[in-house]
T-cell receptor
């Protein structure tokens, strides 16, 4: 398996624009997690899904952030409108309930909002 | 106070030495504990997890857990320059590795 795949790897956008980050989890994994990593706040869990259903979105910072998982092989994290303070590395991770002691991270999307 | 605290470092050890990384957590209900390694510009990768008090060994790595003291540590024996990275401690109220609260990490440098 190719692992968790995220796109794009880098995104530079202007303040106020909509940004969409994409994630393809490992095939067969039923959990998907979105994290954000910054120097100030470290690695934070934003939201996670189980069997495509959002379970806990308490980490989503504001209403400008939304996430969807229309099927088992695809998820998006959308920021609308984006702000400079959203600049961070966004990671997607997936795991299987059969072996949930391991979560596999994608390579991340480095977002810069100018 | 953060829920998961780690010394930010940097921690520098000579090659071949033992590196000791420490982590404390505030939630007494925490059940599982994970150590991740993150190379600069890369994603975190799981090294070890531990659930029970005591030691757990895997190769050159030993995780130690003391729930009474709310303390978990990672020892790296025979440290190698390739171990130079940031080590993240993650704490979980359940067992699902993805639903974790992470510390800010300790940066380790192993000098040849």
């Amino acid at each position: 398996d190719a692992g968790v795949i995220q796109s794009p790897r880098h995104e530079v956008t202007e303040m106020g624009q909509e940004v969409t980050l994409r994630c393809k989890p490992i095939s067969g994994h039923d959990y998907l997690f979105w994290y954000r990593q910054t120097m100030m706040r470290g690695l934070e869990l934003l939201i996670y899904f189980n069997n495509n259903v959002p379970i806990d979105d308490s980490g989503m910072p504001e209403d400008r952030f939304s996430a969807k998982m229309p099927n088992a092989s695809f998820s998006t994290l959308k920021i609308q409108p984006s702000e400079p303070r959203d600049s961070a590395v966004y990671f997607c991770a997936s795991s299987s309930s059969d072996k949930n002691t391991e979560a596999f991270f994608g390579q991340g999307t480095r977002l810069t909002v100018v | 106070q953060k829920e998961v605290e780690q010394n930010s470092g940097p921690l520098s050890v000579p090659e071949g030495a033992i590196a000791s990384l420490n982590c404390t957590y505030s939630d007494r209900g925490s059940q599982s504990f994970f150590w991740y390694r993150q190379y600069s510009g890369k994603s975190p990768e799981l090294i070890m997890f531990i659930y029970s008090n005591g030691d757990k060994e895997d190769g050159r790595f030993t995780a130690q857990l003391n729930k009474a003291s709310q303390y978990v540590s990672l020892l790296i024996r025979d440290s190698q320059p390739s171990d130079s990275a940031t080590y993240l401690c993650a704490v979980n109220e359940g067992t699902n590795a993805g639903k974790s609260t992470f510390g800010d990490g300790t940066t380790l440098t192993v000098k040849p």
